[in-house]
Each structure stands twice: as C-alpha cells, then as structure tokens.
C-alpha cells in the first residue's frame, strides 16, 4: 500500500462522473490487488523470502524503468536522482519499504497473514501519531481516542498472548515512518519506486547472482538447476503486482476525493483478514477478535470524524 498523493487534493473539481467513476473502478482495482496479495505471494512459499524479495526489487525496476520510458519522465528521474537533499529521504524510505516487504512476505510464508492484516489497520492511526509528533499536527479528542483504542488493541494482544504483535507493528510503523519521508519529497509514485527499486537493484542483483554460482537457488533445492517455468515467471510478475496497483491507486486518488479513497483503504485488510481465516485457515481467538473490535472500533470513529471534517 501507499500513501495518498500530495497532488491528489481534497476534492477533484470540474471532473466529469464518467472520470470518477473511472476513479473508483481504479482505486477498487488497487485495494483488491493488495488485498489478495497474500494469495499470490502464498504461491512462491517454496522459494525463500530473500530470495523472492530479490526478484521482486528487481523485476519492480523493470516495469517502473520501461514506464518512465514510455511516459516521457526521465528528466523528472534524473532531477530527483541529482538533488541531494531529495535523496537523502528516499534513502530512508529504501531501507523502510525494503523492511515492510521482507516482513509481509515472511508473515505470508509462516502462516501470520491474519497479524499483518492488523498492521494494517493500525497504520492510519500510526500515521496520525506521527504526523503530530514529527509534522506538529494537532490531534481532536476522536483522533486521540482512536489511537487510545489501538493501543488498547495491541496491549490486549501483548498481555493475553504473552507475545508483542511485532509483526503488525513492523508493518504499520515502517510504512507509517514511510510515508512521513514521501510526504517530505512529494515525487510522483512511479518516480518514487524506480528510484528505491534503483537503490536496492545492485544488492537484489548480487544476492541473486551469489545465489546462481553457489548453487543456492531456490534454498539450494534447485542444485545446479534454474527456476521451473512456473516459479520463473511467478517470480517475474512480483514487478507487475507491485507496479501495477501503484500506477491505478494514483490514477483512482486524483480522480476521488480523499476521503472516500480514505475509507476505502481498509478493502485490503479485510480482503487479507477473510484469506487468514477462510482461505489459510489460520487460528482466530477470542482475544484477536477482541483486540481487532478495538482496532476496528478505532478506524470507525477516526472515519467519522475525518469524514465530518471534510465534508
């Protein structure tokens, strides 16, 4: 997932409803792709989460690559790439996207989609926190109780499971903190991707490489071997289920307002939440129940209020 673009603005003026619906249709295409993710990524379980976040660094720079080709921004690339002071945060923003994607991808592998799907919902209201911590937004009494509930949500969890939900927090803090650095640059999401796909292609291509001489491909399963067809191109299309939803959600985002791209963001939890219990069959107690109620409790009166102060 992303964050929604600067440029997007709160309400898409003079836009004829053929453009919007247009706008929906994308956005609804976007959160259902993430959404299903877990499916997808459940298909290359056989090959290990470095292995697959490789292939996904590199196949993602060649789909972004030919993009920005294709739509005339190179010279809008190669701005961002000469100024220092925008690099400087897509280096953080690298080392944070990088950390969300190796921690989906093992939570899909180790049966704790249901954990990340709960990352996910907290991270709007991390993203409230942080924008009053380092941005010095100010917070209404709903913002704040909402945040009061998802932490509620996640001691409930810590106390009664006897373990911290680190891999939900991983994923909403470091796509939060994510977010906070592209709101900094303000550069468009193709650009931004090509840029950190770029950043992290010479050890993804390494890995890869060092992977192929030593025979370690696929876990060392594959001996002196190549991937099967099958995985191949499994493999190939983790640039196309990552480009792709990018490309549609800023497409749906300038086309909506901000508020309905706002409350259509939690399709993709759901989405993954209905996989985990039905699809995965992973374990969903009393106490989860519990603790996402608060969270969801949470995002409903965070949803109100926000949609009572755009409106």
Known sequence: MTKIPANSGSEPHG?????KQKGLLAALATFGMWGVFPL?????????????LANRILWSL???????????????????????SVMKYFIGSTLLIAANWTTFLWAVVNDRVLEASLGYYIN???????????????LNRWQ???????????????????????????????????????????AESTIGLSIETGLLVPF?????????????????????????????????????????PLILFSYGAQRLRLSTVG??????????????????????????LSAFSLIWAGLLVYSIDGYRNRS
């Not at 997808?40 to 989460?49: D, N």
């Not at 060649?62 to 220092?84: C, D, F, H, P």
């Not at 370690?216 to 002196?224: P, V």
């Open 15 to 19: 836009l004829p409803d053929k453009e």
């Open 144 to 186: 704040s109780f909402a945040i009061f509930l998802a932490i509620c949500s996640v001691s409930l969890m810590t106390i009664m499971l006897g373990q911290l939900p680190w891999v939900s927090l991983v994923l909403a803090f470091s796509f939060g903190f994510y977010g906070l650095l592209r709101k900094k640059v303000e």
């Open 40 to 52: 997808y990524f459940k298909a290359l379980s056989h090959v290990p989460v470095l292995e697959v």
């Open 263 to 288: 409350l259509m963001q939690y399709i993709a939890p759901t989405i993954q939440v209905i996989l985990a219990v039905f699809v995965f069959k992973e374990q969903f107690s009393f106490i989860q």
């Open 204 to 244: 993804s291509l390494g890995y890869i490489i060092f992977l192929s001489v030593t025979d370690g491909l696929q876990g060392g399963a594959l001996g002196d071997g190549f991937y099967s067809i099958e995985t191949f191109l499994l493999l190939a299309g983790t640039g196309f289920v990552t480009g792709v």
């Open 124 to 138: 709007p209201l991390v993203s409230v926190a942080l924008g009053m911590i380092f941005l010095g937004e100010r």
């Open 62 to 84: 060649v789909l972004v690559s030919i993009l920005i080709l294709a739509t005339g921004r190179l010279e809008k690339l190669r701005l961002a790439i000469t100024n220092r």
